[in-house]
């Protein structure tokens, strides 16, 4: 994983499991954290419905322990909006919430924040900006609170891209604090995303040499990590640019592999919005 082996990880992850279930020494805490980072690698390969499962199996090995669950929860809320599943999302995290509700120390706080976001999240890609705003806003007053620094950047990332969506560009200025965060957390993926967002900012500023660099310096993290999603994403939005250029061929390969990487890992939500920006490329 460290190296970004993705599927090289997932194999010995596999052996690891089917040696701890045979051992009576190793802990329901220890197969659970495999579970989990099985399950991450196979989240950065886009094997959504594998990592979702990876992800509940170490629910039930800790006995869905509100605090310990939470950060599970916030994993598979991330899987179902990247394959619309969008009421299931809601419905996993805000049970999850209602556990937390009368717990007032920093910890339960710092899970409350990491479990608005994906609130935040659904919201803004079901078009519903200002509770999209809302959630987010939410979340970074716990975040603040609990001092969950990775959910601070989180909350950042959506708010920027709400703030943009609802009309408020001048709103859209926390990717430098977000990025600062992923950074010093060495959080790779993150940091893709948050270059991702703000070559949006860019691109709907009109500033398509800017955005352009910032897609590209996303991707070139999104490739040495080797996370398929994040590079597919990145790829659509390269191509966007490219269409408006009037620059067809090279655009094309782009938006392609987008939609072939999301047909393949279920995100049907996403291969739609990438049939359709080929059909607009196509057309002109």
């Given at each position: ?9 997932t194999?010995f992850y596999d052996n690891?499991?089917?040696a ?10 220890d197969l659970?954290a495999?579970?989990e ?7 950065r ?11 509940s ?12 669950a ?10 179902a ?24 120390s920093?910890e ?7 479990l ?7 919201k803004?890609?079901?078009?519903r ?11 970074i ?24 969506e609802n009309?408020e560009?001048e709103?859209?200025t926390?990717?430098?604090?977000a ?15 948050v270059?991702?967002?703000t ?20 991707l ?6 080797g996370d ?13 640019i ?6 067809y061929d ?29 059909a607009?490329?196509l057309?002109?």
């Amino acid at each position: 994983m460290a190296v970004f082996a993705n599927v090289e990880a997932t194999r010995f992850y596999d052996n690891a499991l089917g040696a701890g279930r045979r051992q009576r020494s190793v802990t329901a805490g220890d197969l659970a954290a495999l579970y989990e980072r099985s399950a991450d690698a196979r989240y950065r390969l886009g094997e959504f419905d594998a990592a979702d499962h990876g992800y509940s199996a170490a629910r039930r090995l800790l006995d869905n322990d509100p605090l310990q669950a939470s950060p599970l929860v916030v994993k598979q809320a991330m899987i179902a909006t990247r394959t619309a599943a969008y009421r299931k999302a809601l419905v996993r995290v805000k049970r999850a919430l209602r556990t937390l509700e009368h717990d007032q120390s920093r910890e339960a706080a710092a899970n409350r924040s990491r479990l608005m976001v994906p609130i935040g999240t659904v919201k803004y890609l079901q078009g519903r900006h200002v509770e999209s705003i809302y959630w987010c806003l939410r979340a970074i007053d716990e975040a603040r609170r609990g001092d969950a620094r990775d959910a601070l950047a989180e909350a950042y990332k959506i708010l920027d891209l709400a703030y943009l969506e609802n009309g408020e560009i001048e709103k859209a200025t926390h990717a430098d604090e977000a990025l600062a965060i992923y950074e010093g957390l060495g959080d790779l993926r993150n940091q893709a995303l948050v270059l991702n967002n703000t070559g949006l900012i860019a691109h709907d500023a009109s500033k398509w040499d800017e955005s352009r660099a910032l897609y590209s310096r996303g991707l070139a993290i999104a490739d040495q990590i080797g996370d398929r999603s994040v590079g597919a994403l990145t790829k659509y939005n390269l191509s966007e640019i490219l269409i408006d250029q009037g620059r067809y061929d090279e655009a094309e390969p782009l938006i392609r592999e987008a939609i072939r990487v999301w047909r393949a890992s279920g995100a049907d939500g996403d291969a739609a919005e990438g049939q359709r920006e080929l059909a607009r490329l196509l057309a002109r």
